[in-house]
């Protein structure tokens, strides 16, 4: 099992910047594919961002390609989301899974979710 903590969200003002971190622990964190997923409220869950096993691959959503880049550190552990050029629109609750398959937008191929973290943008 993988157990992950997620760190970083806040309070912008749209145009704003924020740094995501999630720090994992458990089983060997460079064996997954890492994603982020988001949350709004009375939406489902959806993909933002996923990252390869040693990060030399990246797949972004259309809503955020361009403005967010996801980024692990396998020594630390750790997978990152920057968020630049916030919008309204990204304010959620953000989740990092680890994947079991890559390149994946699906639900189904991640696992071990954690409590995720609250963005919110204002206009």
């Known amino acids: 099992q993988v157990q992950l903590v997620e760190s970083g969200g806040g309070l912008v003002q749209a145009g704003g910047s924020l740094r995501l971190s999630c720090a994992a622990s458990?089983?060997?964190?460079?064996?997954?594919?890492m994603g982020w997923f988001r949350q709004a409220p009375g939406k489902e869950r959806e993909f933002v961002a996923a990252?390869?096993?040693?990060?030399?691959?990246?797949d972004y959503s259309d809503a955020v390609k361009g403005r967010f880049t996801i980024s692990r550190d396998n020594a630390k552990n750790t997978v990152y989301l920057q968020m630049n050029s916030l919008e309204p629109e990204d304010t959620a609750v953000y989740y990092c899974?680890?994947?079991?398959?890559?390149?994946?937008?699906?639900?189904?191929?991640?696992?071990?979710w954690g409590q995720g973290t609250q963005v919110t943008v204002s206009s």
């Open positions: 458990g089983r060997t964190f460079s064996n997954y594919a």
């Open positions: 990252l390869s096993r040693t990060g030399s691959s990246t």
């Open positions: 899974v680890p994947g079991v398959r890559y390149p994946s937008r699906t639900l189904r191929d991640y696992a071990y």
